[in-house]
């Protein structure tokens, strides 16, 4: 009897070992505040801290936008953060986790103070650029005098400061916060929105059975106010 027990000890030490232990690997185009390359953004904070109330440890890496969603597909891998809704409707590997990280405020941005929009039909006069593998944007700019996507932040504001685009469409925090740290001139943020959404974590199918622990795990972090926390501590050093 003491050699069955302590043999179901060991095997149940080993599962959660196996299990617990692990670390995953997900990816992020995100930049500061939301993300940071030491793991100091507030989504970075956010879902190591999910994860790891499941017994996950994680490691964040940054990749351009449309490769981090084809490394997950294709398994490359363990998932990203954090992308709107219905990801998984071209990409069928991914699954979402079906509680919100964040909110994003999509954004058109000139240097042309005479622009007016009112929503995705009004940018078809204007040529306009934003960062490849954003799928808000690839669904819904369709028809625009140009269109113009490129891989990485500093080469698509570069398209706006040359005067090669009318318009960039970005994220509002991020571009408040570039153009503060690069000290840019003349960039206003166009009102109203483009769109203001939800956005998840994605994992590959293969961690499906991870889904309802991070799920609870948000749930909680929402209800105990760690996740208000965690986004106050960030943005009051911004501040």
């Avoid at 390359?37 to 990749?63: M, W």
């Avoid at 929009?117 to 940018?123: A, C, D, R, T, V």
Wanted: charged fraction near 25%.
């Amino acid at each position: 009897m003491k050699r069955f027990i302590f043999c179901l000890l060991f095997l149940g030490f080993f599962n959660c070992t196996g299990i617990c232990g692990e670390t995953l690997v997900l990816s992020t185009d995100d930049v500061y505040p939301r993300s940071t390359p030491e793991g100091t953004g507030f989504e970075d904070l956010i879902v190591k801290e999910a994860f790891q109330r499941i017994g996950i440890s994680i490691k964040i890496v940054s990749l351009p936008a449309e490769r981090g969603v084809i490394n997950v597909n294709q398994g490359i891998d363990d998932g990203l953060f954090v992308k709107i809704a219905g990801v998984e409707e071209r990409y069928p590997n991914l699954i979402m986790v079906p509680e919100k990280i964040c909110d994003y405020d999509f954004a058109a941005f000139t240097k042309n103070p005479s622009i007016q929009i009112n929503g995705w039909e009004s940018l078809k006069p204007y040529h306009v650029a934003y960062l490849r593998g954003w799928k808000m944007y690839e669904t819904n700019i369709k028809a625009a005098r140009s269109i113009i996507t490129v891989k990485d932040d500093d080469a698509l504001i570069e398209l706006l400061t040359h005067g090669r685009v009318d318009i960039i469409a970005y994220e509002l925090l991020e571009m408040k916060v570039r153009v503060k740290k690069m000290k840019l001139t003349g960039i206003i943020a166009l009102q109203p929105l483009l769109a203001k959404k939800d956005m998840f974590c994605y994992l590959h199918r293969k961690h499906a059975n991870l889904l309802p622990g991070l799920v609870q795990s948000l749930k909680d972090m929402k209800a105990d106010g760690t996740h208000q926390r965690i986004m106050t501590n960030v943005m009051e050093k911004l501040e």
